[in-house]
T-cell receptor, first 117, second 108 residues
């Protein structure tokens, strides 16, 4: 079974530029998550989708970050314009759905390492 | 959200040694996972363990949900066990909260 796919793996941009990350979850997983992991810290949730609807985006800096999952499968996270403090690893995860128990177990992709200069 | 405290923050072991990593939660959790983040940054699932004990090879984990903690045991450590170990938990319908990790270095 294929895991969570993400691209690109690395991205270097200048501040004020825009950038987009792509994620394809495990086949059949209805719930998709985007996390930000700053060096030396644990991942922090940015946004959570159930199919093509947003479940939780309370931690997403909506003035510069946006995300979509139009067809309920793959997803794109965008930053526009980027700031120096956005330098981090952006992780995508998926789970079967929002039901309790093992259905909630999250599986992570390899991440995209973003450097903002 | 809940607070997740992991200890120790750093651990250096000789190859073949055993270790215990701990995770404390500020509130009861209904979803608890342990992950290993390898040197390339990939988060690898180790255990989904909201309660009880599980074993997988040289690794085992125990969660005592009523006392809001979980333990990860690594036996006969190998250099490939090096990396950062994270626990993460969620309460109710809230999202998954991660600790700050334990950085393990296994030296040959």
């Amino acid at each position: 079974e294929a895991g969570v796919a993400q691209s690109p793996r690395y991205k270097i941009i200048e501040k004020r530029q825009s950038v987009a990350f792509w994620c394809n979850p495990i086949s059949g997983h209805a719930t998709l998550y985007w996390y930000q992991q700053i060096l030396g810290q644990g991942p922090k949730l940015l946004i959570q989708f159930q199919n093509n609807g947003v479940v939780d985006d309370s931690q997403l800096p909506k003035d510069r970050f946006s995300a979509e999952r139009l067809k309920g499968v793959d997803s794109t996270l965008k930053i526009q314009p980027a700031k120096l403090e956005d330098s981090a690893v952006y992780l995508c995860a998926s789970s079967l759905d929002l039901r309790g128990g093992v259905y909630n177990e999250q599986f992570f992709g390899p991440g995209t390492r973003l450097t903002v200069l | 959200g809940i607070q997740v405290e992991q200890s120790p923050p750093d651990l250096i072991l000789q190859e073949g040694a055993n270790s215990t990593l701990r995770c404390n939660f500020s509130d009861s959790v209904n979803n608890l996972q342990w992950f290993h983040q390898n040197p390339w940054g990939q988060l690898i699932n180790l255990f989904y363990i909201p309660s009880g004990t599980k074993q997988n090879g040289r690794l085992s984990a125990t969660t005592v949900a009523t006392e809001r903690y979980s333990l990860l045991y690594i036996s006969s450590s190998q250099t490939t066990d090096s990396g950062v170990y994270f626990c993460a938990g969620k309460t109710g319908a809230n999202n998954l909260f991660f600790g700050t990790g334990t950085r393990l270095t296994v030296i040959p």
